[in-house]
């Protein structure tokens, strides 16, 4: 037996220990291959990851995950496996110019290091993904606080909770106790009402109004002046200024040819009843983006998409060079612009950062980028029809011809046979002309509906819906099959149903269906009145109801006629009309095309019969323009007698009559023009590398940003232009959006408090600013989707807030811990704008025109030159006196006085205006023609209604400029202001006090 002492023991385990470790660690000689686990992520980490990793992206380049490093930068691959001659990242590292060399800082790789990279490469690059690989590819910037879901949170229940009015105070005052902080006391009722003037109507108030105010004993007296206010048309000229600050909208097109553009003001007129009426936000913002599509026949919608034309637009760049570049990158510049104004503007991103590599700072691609390009691909910028005064006039006279035409229509019916209308039923009537036209019904809801759909997606084919309808059973999409089409709600089915593709489009109308062909055939105009039209877009069917049918026409025996056609653009062989009776077939005319003109059908239907169904189906080679019309369909009495001669002469009469007023209908002027959009079909769009449009690389369909958590995705490159934009209106306004409630709700708390809750309104980005109270931003976020998004509800919560009501007088003790006043400790004290500083001057003066909407007003001298001209003049005309809202505004040329008092630059979209205090604005309030011209206005209106006393004349200056009367003190230096210089330097001197032109 073998016996192993101990000491030798120890001696062989070391033995075997350093033997198995031989085998264990790798040989790393020039034979093995290279492990990057253990060899080549080191390297990357230490010398590559700090510029190229998670935190800093240089390039667009990282090398701390495998998909990324091999995806590479902006410049392109930068591991090229198998081949490190051509790797850029073998070639940077062993470069020695300082230029190119990686990394440009710090310890460089060795040149083993560098052989090392090299092998690695020809070897195949291989690389393991690993969890360091997943952890890498997350990125930390999701976790951003304004991209997470809008949470309502608790209102605060504080001690000193006496000083709140309502929960915005709860918030305020919860961080005010945070950090140490007091509010201020109540401002006097002077301060409140001039704030509140301002802030929601853009004006000084009245003498007469402060003093009624101030002396109201009615404890409710200030929450009832904030709805006059809120109520007042002053309100939606305030503030749809600061939403066109924010679509830099103006007048003319900028760039070198800043040519006119008449025609923009309707989208400013639509702003300014949009906010007075306090139309929805959510439908605001869709009427913008996608009014001309979600709302076509609504001119107020179509005024709306001029906010898709609001921006400057290159003349020469689009329409006069002659280069392609130059054209491209008009294209180009118009595009990224669009874009930017309208993410800015809804969701406080900054995704143009992102035109020329990915977002440095959000989690915004480039990609992303360019699929919100492509969302707007098919959007020019143009006139298109739409005058607010003309319209009112046209369908004013329109409205007068068609209703004597109406009377005559129904006249035609007492004397002609009773007949019920089934196309007037489909539009919702009984068929005497009561119903719309342009109305239908959906063949896959069975509901009513008005705007036109297009093509519908996941059609449910012979899946019969009951209608809620007087006169109508119900509707189905027809498909042949061994099961039949059910066609009534009693379950009746036929087994004929023509061969068809099973695809359907728009709707069941009364009168034209979405991208109809054409309302004439066979000599016949149905768009004329006189005439009306069924028509159904294969595939589809529609049944009526005979027995109700007999009770309206007081008839056993029916008779059914109409005129067959199809309407659409292929001239033969295009679709097939079927008509049913009880299920049998009764008339078909099979692959009938636009040359077959109008094919006469007249059915008599027997007493006993209950259903009559009519149906157009497409021939199973795709529905294309197949659009199958039934004109003058109409449900007689079979055994009527014809007219009397007398009878006869009559209807001949109301004839004449009818035609002479349809010559007048048809001659009627055509509304004004409005300068908005005009969709084509969308151009294909690439990522541009680098933005230049010159380089373009992977296409992209349209899309979004994916950071929010919602599906980014808009279409594919064949979604038609107008489904582009409806469906990022839709994701825009998606109650699960938790951007666009947020920026709005922040825009309103900066306009009212001179800074934002969030203190960079236009990004809600990393690198904007945090919000002080971002519980109470979105518990305002929430309480805007529980008011169904109306604003005025949170103006008026903000308004009658303790926190807006405080004083602003300054307190020193609260500088120490809240130097910017941002947790409000007192309101802040804010400068009038430009536009309130001019209207409250012709206000003081008497002067101000409130004639509402229409042109603006040229206060300049235009002369027509390749490059125009644009001369203001110091001319006092009254038509210039209206409100600044209303002022013709020019790009390249802006107006000295209103520019000094920093009126932003239309050619770029402001969030937040500069709020300056300059030597300039001294001397231009004091100097300027405007300011000399309206105080010498104001002292002869003193002066007509004033004796010549000095005395007299100082008490009328101040309460018509401050709305007050004067101290003693002032009142004795106005008086010998006036008699030594007289009653306008006095006026002067008011208009240029800080009282006038500072708000509190």
């Given amino acids: 037996m073998f016996v192993l002492h101990a000491k030798n023991q120890r001696l062989r385990i070391c033995i075997w220990g350093f033997a198995l470790m031989a085998f264990a660690l790798p040989v790393y000689g020039e034979s093995s291959k290279v492990d990057f686990e253990k060899q080549i992520r080191p390297l990357l980490t230490a010398h590559c990851v700090k510029c190229h990793g998670a935190e800093t992206s240089s390039g667009g380049l990282r090398l701390d995950a495998k998909s990324l490093a091999f995806q590479g930068g902006d410049s392109g691959k930068v591991i090229e496996p198998d081949k490190s001659g051509e790797s850029e990242l073998i070639r940077r590292v062993a470069s020695h110019d300082e230029f190119e060399m990686m990394p440009p800082e710090g310890k460089r790789l060795s040149p083993d290091d560098v052989g090392l990279l090299k092998r690695w490469v020809d070897e195949g690059a291989s690389w393991q993904e690993t969890e360091a690989d997943r952890a890498a590819l997350y990125d930390n910037r999701l976790d951003h606080w304004a991209w997470q879901p809008v949470a309502r949170p608790e209102v605060p229940q504080n001690a000193d909770s006496p000083w709140e009015r309502n929960p915005v105070d709860a918030f305020i005052l919860s961080k005010l106790q945070e950090k140490g902080l007091t509010p201020s006391p109540e401002a006097d009722r002077r301060t409140l009402i001039r704030r509140l003037s301002y802030d929601l109507r853009g004006l000084l108030p009245s003498f007469e109004e402060i003093e009624r105010f101030i002396n109201d004993p009615d404890p409710q007296a200030y929450e009832k002046l904030v709805d006059r206010y809120l109520d007042s048309p002053r309100f939606g000229e305030r503030w749809s200024r600061h939403w066109l600050d924010i679509a830099h909208y103006a007048d003319t097109h900028g760039f070198e040819r800043d040519m006119l553009r008449p025609d923009a003001w309707p989208y400013r007129d639509y702003v300014i009843r949009s906010l007075n009426k306090d139309k929805p936000y959510d439908q605001f913002l869709e009427e913008q983006i996608a009014g001309d599509v979600l ?81 707007f691909a098919g959007v020019r910028q143009s006139l298109r029809p739409l005058d607010a005064v003309e319209v009112q006039n046209y369908q004013q006279t329109q409205e007068q011809l068609k209703s004597r035409m109406q009377e005559i229509r129904g006249q035609l019916r007492d004397l002609l046979p009773q ?74 089915r036929v087994y004929d149903v023509p061969k068809n593709s099973g695809l359907t489009w728009d709707a069941i109308r009364n009168g034209a269906v979405k991208s109809q062909f054409t309302l004439k055939l066979g000599g016949t105009d149905f768009s004329n009145p006189e005439h009306s039209l069924l028509m159904i877009h294969a595939n589809g069917a529609i049944t009526f109801d005979l027995e109700k049918l007999r009770e309206a026409i007081g008839a056993e025996t029916l008779k059914f006629s109409t005129q067959v056609g199809y309407f659409g653009q292929t001239a033969i062989n295009g679709a097939t009309a079927s008509v049913y009776v009880d299920g049998q077939l009764k008339t078909q005319h099979v692959g009938i095309g636009a040359q077959d003109g109008l094919i006469p059908v007249e059915i008599e239907i027997p007493r006993e019969s209950q259903f009559l169904t009519i149906m157009a189906t497409d021939g199973g080679n795709g529905i294309s323009h197949d659009q199958v019309g039934f004109g003058n369909p109409r449900i007689t009495n079979a055994h009527e007698h014809a007219p009397s001669s007398e009878a006869e002469k009559r209807i001949q009469a109301l004839r004449s009559e009818w035609e002479a007023l349809d010559g007048q209908l048809k001659s009627l002027k055509e509304p004004q023009e409005i300068y908005a959009i005009a969709s084509e079909k969308p151009a294909t769009i690439h990522v541009l590398r680098r933005g ?12 979004t940003l994916s950071c929010l958590g919602l599906p980014d995705s808009l279409g594919t490159m064949d979604t038609p232009e107008g489904e582009r934009r409806v469906a990022l209106a839709k994701w825009i306004t998606n109650p699960g959006n938790p951007l666009t409630r947020r920026v709005i709700v922040n825009r309103l708390w900066h306009y009212h408090f001179g800074t934002g809750i969030v203190d960079t309104p236009g990004d809600f980005g990393l690198a904007g600013g945090i919000p002080t109270h971002p519980e109470l931003l979105d518990w305002m976020a929430a309480e805007l989707l529980e008011n169904q998004w109306k604003l005025k509800a949170l103006h008026r919560l903000i308004v009658t807030s303790a926190t807006y009501r405080q004083s602003s007088v300054h307190r020193p003790e609260s500088d120490k811990v809240d130097s910017e006043n941002r947790y409000l400790s007192r309101m802040n004290a804010r400068k009038l704008d430009a536009e309130s500083v001019r209207d409250s001057v012709l206000a003081a003066c008497g002067t101000l025109d409130l004639t509402m909407y229409g042109p603006g007003f040229r206060d300049f001298d235009y002369q027509e030159a390749y490059a125009p001209i644009y001369e203001y003049t110091g001319t006092d005309r009254p038509e ?20 000094t008092l920093d009126c932003p630059d239309p050619a770029n979209l402001t969030p937040n205006r500069n709020v300056t205090t300059t030597v300039l604005q001294s001397l231009t309030l004091l100097n300027n023609d405007f300011m000399l011209q309206q105080s010498e206005h104001l002292a002869q209106r003193i002066e007509q209604t004033s004796q010549e006393a000095p005395a007299e004349q100082s008490v009328a200056a101040f309460r018509s400029v401050l709305g007050r009367l004067p101290t003693e003190q002032e009142h004795t230096a106005s008086i010998n202001l006036i008699e030594e210089h007289g009653l306008s330097a006095l006026c002067r001197v008011l208009l240029n006090t800080n009282e006038f032109i500072y708000i509190d």
Avoid at 692 to 703: A, L, M, R, Y
């Fill in 419 to 492: 007949a019920i209308d089934l196309a007037d039923v489909v539009g919702g009537g009984l068929g005497d002309g009561t119903g719309a036209l342009g109305r239908g019904i959906d063949a896959l809801t069975g509901k009513a509906v008005e705007r036109k759909m297009g093509f519908r997606e996941a059609v449910a084919l012979n899946k019969y819906q009951v209608v809620s309808s007087p006169l109508v059973d119900g509707v189905v999409v027809p498909d042949f099959n061994q099961e039949g089409t059910p066609i009534a709600s009693t379950g009746l």
């Fill in 880 to 899: 210039s006196w209206r409100r600044s809202i209303y002022r013709f505004i020019v790009r390249t040329t802006p107006h000295p006085y209103m520019m």
């Fill in 692 to 703: 230049n449009p010159e380089d373009p690389t992977q296409t992209v369909t349209p899309g």
């Fill in 295 to 375: 709302w076509p026949e609504q001119p107020e919608a179509i005024a709306a998409t001029g906010f898709l034309a609001a921006g400057p637009w290159d003349y020469v760049g689009q329409v006069e060079t002659k280069s392609d570049v130059l054209r491209r990158a008009a294209k180009a510049d118009a595009l990224d612009d669009l874009t930017t104004q309208v993410m800015t503007a809804s969701c406080g991103v900054t995704v143009n950062c992102a035109r020329c590599h990915d977002h440095k700072i959000d989690p915004i691609s480039q990609e992303e980028y360019y699929s919100l390009w492509a969302v």
